[in-house]
Structures are given as structure tokens and as C-alpha cells.
């Protein structure tokens, strides 16, 4: 069991991996376009009507194709003013508490991020824009973005409940 465990989050593991990979693509994407646009736009006068909307979609796809890779490397913003005054057990109950925010959050986007690209998927209907994307396409990265949060949530809670529990005694010392 503890076999299929381990290869499910290896599985994860190089799930969230190609994610962020796809997330530095569109990053470099973005970047490069702005970059164009400035240049054809002050230097040439023929700006680009597509690239500020390319970009905001991006900005979406990105934020949501990384949010659980920087959960899992605990890359996000944390404020430690308050828990460097706290000691340990208060360190380990304020990651408790910001494990089950995390995870609540999560199935919040799953769920209504679901609902919400379900609704604009099945009516037809898209934005009044020039690339006129149907919504659907850019609402979709945030249930799949809750989704893939919230399994790496349930993960590092797991963990933390893991490191919190008293060491079984191995083999070895159980004969003895």
C-alpha cells in the first residue's frame, strides 16, 4: 500500500512539475508579447490590440497552474512576525490552522469554479473581446487549479499530522 502511495505522489509530484513548467512558458509568453507590444506601439506606432488580453488570461493560467507547486515548496508569502514569538507547539498549531484554510479555500474554487465554467461552457458563451475566447476556456484553469490545490493541501496537512506522531518502534525493537 504505502508502495502505490509513494508512486501516486511521485505521480503528483511530475504532475505539478509540468504545470509549473507550463506556467514559466506562458510567464516567458507574456513577457516577450509586452515586450513586442511596447516596442510596436512607441517606436512604430501599430500596437497589438490582442496582447493586453493575452496577458490578463495568462496572469489567470499562471496563478492557478502554480498555486499547489509553491504550496508544496512553501514558496508563498508567510508572515513570521507572530510565529517566530511562538514556540514550537504554537508554530505546528498555526500550521494546522493554515492547512485547513488552504484545503477549505480549495474546495471552494473546485466547486464553484466547476459550477461557474460548467454554466458558461454549456450556454455558449464567451467574451465580447477581440480574440473572443469563450469563457469557459479561461474560467476552466480554477477548479483544476482547486483541484490540484487541494490535493497538495490534503498532502502537506498529512505531513504535518505525520511529523506530530510519536515514532513506531521498528521491527527490531518490537522482538526484543
Not at 504532475?15 to 508579447?33: A, H, N, P, R, Y
Not at 512576525?81 to 498549531?93: D, H, Q
Not at 477548479?143 to 490540484?148: D, E, F, N, R, S
Request: proline letters at 5%; aromatic letters at 10%.
Amino acid at each position: 500500500m504505502q508502495q502505490f502511495i509513494r508512486s501516486m505522489e511521485r505521480a503528483f509530484d511530475r504532475v505539478l512539475g509540468g504545470l509549473i513548467f507550463l506556467s514559466c512558458v506562458l510567464l516567458s509568453m507574456v513577457t516577450l508579447s509586452v515586450c513586442l507590444e511596447v516596442v510596436l506601439r512607441y517606436f512604430f506606432n501599430k500596437p497589438q490590440v490582442w496582447v493586453i488580453e493575452l496577458a490578463e488570461y495568462s496572469l489567470l493560467y499562471i496563478t492557478f497552474l502554480g498555486a499547489a507547486w509553491g504550496l508544496r515548496e512553501e514558496a508563498h508569502i508567510s508572515v513570521d512576525l507572530f510565529t517566530n514569538l511562538m514556540g514550537p507547539r504554537g508554530r505546528v498549531a498555526c500550521g494546522f490552522v493554515s492547512d485547513a484554510v488552504c484545503l477549505a479555500v480549495s474546495v471552494i474554487l473546485l466547486v464553484y469554479g466547476t459550477r461557474v465554467s460548467w454554466h458558461y461552457f454549456s450556454r455558449g458563451l464567451y467574451n465580447p473581446t477581440i480574440l473572443e475566447i469563450p469563457t469557459a476556456y479561461i474560467l476552466v484553469v480554477i477548479p483544476l487549479g482547486g483541484l490540484t490545490l487541494l490535493v497538495q493541501s490534503i498532502r502537506g496537512g498529512l505531513r504535518r499530522i505525520a511529523a506530530q506522531a510519536p515514532p513506531t518502534p521498528s521491527r527490531a525493537e518490537k522482538r526484543t
